[in-house]
């Protein structure tokens, strides 16, 4: 029966093996006895090679086999201990060698090194001698000579050396004797002598039983039974043609294929000269693979051969005769390779995700290339697709670094697909290929950028707070928060004001809020500048400036410059009698702070004394007659005028013209009526009757002086060119001049005069270049009270005592006054 155990004495025995060994060019040997259970400590790999334990994790020390066979052994990282990490059997392993060697690899990175390990299993008794068959059948005739010798199938035991076949034995019996015999091999077989001659007649047959024990310890054994015919006399045994067949075999070769025939011949005829063979001893991958033909001696593949498996099978043939004379040859066949097993590509370590910011040259992975094939067919060349930014360098052995060969952007290109692909030397050659993606991993180096160079916000006057300008938008391209993008306001000042006080933008969506209303007559535009951060580390940034245009709303009414605004005082044009149709009286001048249309201006007269005697410019504001003066039209004339601007909705403003129609001047105390409603010119009347026939004597004597010295001198015309002198101080400062919308024209000179011998004179006449229009400075200026008081003590007034004092002495008085009309007040 079989055993394959083997007991703790037996471990002892072998530990004394277990010795580091120097075998080839591996860089540690070690020899250890097969069976040992897993977790075994083998031997102190890091302390024999010089290895930090401490770093053996940080740099991933693993236990790498050779053609991807199963892992026998592995590394304690903690110790730096080789273990067993899976059963070994020996005879598994290597069959019948001698010499049984497993190779590893030790291959740490960072940086990549690698150590050739050998492993030397050694054999223990754990198989007991077999035979091929439980019953060994001889046929002896019985004319068999004593000392005659027949050989029985031998015992065999996978186990070598001493552990293999040492010792057979045959039950005690009175024929036969067992006699052990070497082979060339140091194998050990048996033979049955004849000790006795048989006698058929006596006994036909015999069963004897065969046992076979090996040396090792403890002893094992294996038993079979040796039936015994006794046979007429047959006296040659059959022959080989040969002691050893050789053939070899590509391992691709298909079933049925004839590998080797055997042939023996036997001299003997009959049926004693018949031969047969049968394998009598052969390994069991070999019985799955090979089949022997009893008759012919062909041996054909039976099943699937793998050179990379098993190279080499060995067997023996028995030849035997009709009655049991037999003989044994050898038979080897070698499998050669044929190139059947393409490269196999292992990833061995790999950086992933990879910076896009690594440096050229830098190593981000680990590539293995194996081929199970042997000689040329083994060699591998290894490439990868050229147009990726990554290349391999070729390490140590059949191992490969994959480095960067230029500079990475991720924002072009996230993740590349690299396909690496291997082939062989063989005839055809082999190749595979294997595709490992790479990502790329973002850094923050791209900052924000907006979609527009500058941006522009047109928003009315008296928008709400609140209210929507515009939108800014910023990409970024990186990823993530490297790509979040977060808008500010840069401080600054708007009309000496903190930007913030009049815009805000959302932080997420770039959105520009007003936080004031504006007024489009304080400020008509403004810039401020957004700017763009992102979330990175260090976070970067761009700006952008935006341009905020205000439009004018129509919010403010007209303003009337010329006539001034009814007060304590009112203006007053004089008018001569002999005025022209078509002659210019005075002029309105209005402004209005909003622009464009909302300051164009039209002049309406919508309220006259006469209605059909004066008329008014639409857009020039002049006041001219529309047909002469004639002695039936009123000497007192008020005109009521709108000035209205063209905003929508329109506004107005109205004021009122006092015009005099008069060329005495004695008829100047009647002024102070012309404000006083029509009810109550009748009270007033007599009053003007009386300071007329008063200062018919003065006007006489004025004009008497007048005469004289306008006779040494050139008379002075009493009509301008243009528009009515008004004064400069009724122009606001922050109006600009435009010319016939109503605004005041600026350049203008004037010179007063004052004419002589009148005491009641407060006006002035302007130096004008056209007789046909009106002399406008011939205006009084007066409060309806002040009239009474001019005349009543004229000589409470200096400029007016003044003037008559030159007029008495008749010198030249001409002087300056103020570009208005003597004001009274």
Not at 193 to 221: F, I, W, Y
Not at 360 to 374: A, L
């Amino acid at each position: 029966m079989a055993y394959t155990g083997y007991s703790s004495a037996g471990l002892l025995c072998f530990a004394f093996f277990l010795h580091v060994l120097h075998i080839g060019n591996a860089d540690v040997s070690f020899s250890i006895p097969e069976e040992m259970k897993p977790g075994s400590v083998i031997g102190n790999i890091a302390k024999d090679l010089g290895l930090n334990v401490g770093k053996l994790s940080a740099r991933k020390a693993r236990i790498d086999s050779e053609l991807n066979r199963e892992r026998y052994c592995d590394i304690n990282l903690n110790t730096g201990d080789l273990v067993v990490a899976e059963r070994i059997d020996r005879e598994a392993l290597c069959g019948e060698k001698a010499s049984c060697i497993l190779t590893f690899e030790l291959v740490l990175e960072a940086p990549l090194e690698l150590h050739r390990i050998s492993l030397q299993i050694h054999d223990i008794n754990d198989n007991p001698p077999v035979f091929a068959k439980d019953e060994i059948k001889i046929e002896i005739s019985e004319l068999a000579v004593k000392g005659s010798r027949f050989r029985v199938l031998e015992a065999h035991d996978i186990d070598i050396g001493q552990n293999a076949v040492q010792i057979y034995a045959l039950q005690t019996n009175d024929y036969l004797v067992l006699n052990i015999q070497s082979k060339s091999d140091r194998g050990k077989f048996a033979e049955l002598v004849l000790n006795r001659e048989l006698d058929r007649e006596e006994q036909q047959e015999l069963k004897l039983l065969l046992t076979a024990q090996d040396g090792g310890s403890p002893q094992m054994t294996g038993t079979a039974t040796v039936h015994v015919t006794v046979l007429d006399a047959n006296d040659n045994a059959p022959v080989f043609s040969q002691t050893v067949y050789k053939a070899t075999l590509p391992e691709n070769s298909p079933l049925d294929t004839v590998v080797v025939t055997v042939a023996a011949t036997d001299a003997d005829e009959g049926q004693n000269g018949e031969v047969t063979y049968e394998l009598s001893r052969i390994s069991e991958t070999g019985r799955r693979v090979f089949a022997l033909n009893h008759i012919t001696g062909e041996i054909k593949v039976i099943g699937p051969l793998d050179f990379e498996k098993e190279s080499m099978y060995e067997m023996r043939v028995d030849a035997k005769d009709g009655y049991g004379l037999t003989s044994d040859s050898k038979v080897i066949i070698e499998i050669s390779d044929v190139n059947d097993n393409p490269p196999e590509i292992h990833l061995k370590s790999l950086v992933n995700p990879i910076p896009e910011n690594v440096s050229p040259g830098t190593e981000v992975g680990i590539i293995n290339v194996q081929d199970r094939d042997s000689e040329n067919n083994r060699q591998v060349r290894c490439s990868i697709q050229q147009n990726v930014p990554f290349k391999l360098v070729p390490s140590i052995k059949n191992y490969y670094s994959l480095v960067t060969t230029g500079q990475l952007d991720r924002e072009l290109v996230s993740y590349y697909n690299i396909t690496i692909s291997a082939t062989d030397e063989g005839s055809p050659p082999l190749s595979s290929s294997k595709t490992v993606q790479l990502s790329v991993a973002d850094i923050n180096d791209n900052p924000p950028v907006f979609e527009e160079q500058s941006y522009s916000a047109y928003v009315t006057e008296n928008n709400k707070p609140g209210s929507t300008l515009c939108s800014v938008t910023a990409r970024d391209p990186d990823w993530r928060q490297n790509g979040t993008v977060i808008y500010s306001l840069l401080s600054g000042e708007v009309n000496g004001a903190p930007v913030s006080s009049y815009l805000s933008v959302n932080g997420d969506t770039g959105v520009i809020h007003a936080v004031r209303s504006f007024d489009y007559e304080q400020f008509r535009s403004f810039k401020v500048h957004v700017m763009a951060r992102d979330n990175g580390s260090p976070p970067l940034s761009s700006n952008v400036t935006v341009s905020v245009f205000i439009s004018d709303v129509n919010d403010n009414s007209p303003q009337i410059l010329y006539p001034a605004p009814e007060g304590n005082s009112f203006m007053t044009e004089l008018v001569p009698k002999a005025a022209h149709g078509g002659s210019l009286v005075s002029k309105v001048i209005a402004v209005d702070a909003d622009s464009g249309q909302n300051a164009w201006l039209s002049y309406h007269i919508v309220k006259s004394t006469d209605p059909g005697l004066f008329t008014i410019g639409l857009h020039s504001g002049e006041i001219r007659t529309q047909r002469d003066i004639s002695e039936s039209d009123s000497m007192k004339q008020n005109l009521i005028v709108a000035v209205k601007d063209n905003g929508q909705p329109s506004l107005s403003a109205t004021c009122s013209m006092y015009l005099l129609i008069s060329d005495n001047l004695a008829e100047v105390p009647e002024l102070k009526d012309i404000s006083y409603d029509e009810k109550n010119s009748k009270l007033t009347s007599y009053l003007i009757i009386a300071l007329v026939s008063v200062s018919t004597f003065f006007l006489t004597f004025i004009i008497i002086i007048l005469g004289v010295r306008f006779c040494r001198r050139r008379k002075p015309r009493l009509l301008f060119d243009g528009a009515v002198a008004i004064p400069s101080a009724y122009l606001p400062p922050n109006y600009a001049d435009v010319d016939g919308t109503g605004t005041l024209r600026s350049a203008y000179n004037y010179d007063a005069y004052l004419t002589t011998g009148s005491r009641t004179s407060d006006f002035k006449f302007v130096t004008s270049y056209n007789d046909n229009t009106l002399p406008a400075d011939q205006t009084l200026k007066k409060s309806p009270t002040d009239f009474a008081d001019v005349f009543g003590q004229p000589d409470e007034s200096p400029e007016v005592g003044h003037v008559l004092l030159c007029i008495t002495f008749n010198v030249d008085c001409d002087f300056p006054f103020n570009h208005n009309a003597f004001q009274v007040s």
